[in-house]
T-cell receptor
Framework: GAVVSQHPSWVICKSGTSVKIECRSLDFQATTMFWYRQFPKQSLMLMATSNEGSKATYEQGVEKDKFLINHASLTLSTLTVTSAHPEDSSFYIC??????????FGPGTRLTVL | GEDVEQSLFLSVREGDSSVINCTYTDSSSTYLYWYKQEPGAGLQLLTYIFSNMDMKQDQRLTVLLNKKDKHLSLRIADTQTGDSAIYFCAETSSYKLIFGSGTRLLVRP
């Protein structure tokens, strides 16, 4: 149980375009979802926390207009990178938690912006 | 501030034990975690320890917690090539996970 999926697993896009990444909890209801960013050979940095039906809470230094997060249902959260630029290239990982505080992680999405 | 530190790299021979160390800063962390990340993949929870425990053993994994020194370690017994990965410790701060920098474990045949 407690499986989290992400789609797509990798995406290449042109500079200036927007990219949407989906995070789904497949077998449980995720009241809270988290979005992390991981640069090569570095740790995970929390970008934002979203609760179903509420606006996301962004960490300091994360541009909310750049990284749009929607958590419209208990099984789906989306992260949209708007007007992507090469410096947005990274590995984006989501996690989800339900009734317990444990976070279950998705497999990640590798974004490359040309 | 919140800062979780780990050594960057560890190389061991197959069959030996591996010990990965971590220091954390938030003494109010209720749980401390160890995660494993294989190349190009997400994080897999390996084990966790409650903050009022000193030790937890789970098959080949042993977690030691020294709360006074804010030091956490993960020992992997009989390390196998499949254990090669990056290992992250994490502390909890409110509802958030704060991750260490990760230790890359290389297991030599």
């Amino acid at each position: 149980g407690a499986v989290v999926s992400q789609h797509p697993s990798w995406v290449i896009c042109k500079s200036g375009t927007s990219v949407k990444i989906e995070c789904r909890s497949l077998d449980f209801q995720a009241t809270t979802m988290f979005w992390y960013r991981q640069f090569p050979k570095q740790s995970l940095m929390l970008m934002a926390t979203s609760n179903e039906g509420s606006k996301a809470t962004y960490e300091q230094g994360v541009e909310k207009d750049k990284f749009l997060i929607n958590h419209a249902s208990l099984t789906l959260s989306t992260l949209t990178v708007t007007s992507a630029h090469p410096e947005d290239s990274s590995f984006y990982i989501c996690s989800a938690s339900g009734t317990s505080a444990e976070q279950f992680f998705g497999p990640g999405t590798r974004l490359t912006v040309l | 501030g919140e800062d979780v530190e780990q050594s960057l790299f560890l190389s061991v021979r197959e069959g030996d034990s591996s010990v990965i160390n971590c220091t954390y800063t938030d003494s109010s962390s209720t749980y401390l975690y160890w995660y494993k990340q294989e190349p190009g993949a997400g994080l897999q929870l390996l084990t966790y320890i409650f903050s009022n425990m000193d030790m937890k053993q789970d098959q080949r994994l042993t977690v030691l917690l020294n709360k006074k020194d804010k030091h956490l370690s993960l020992r992997i017994a009989d390390t196998q090539t499949g254990d090669s990965a990056i290992y992250f410790c994490a502390e909890t701060s409110s509802y958030k996970l704060i991750f260490g920098s990760g230790t890359r474990l290389l297991v030599r045949p």
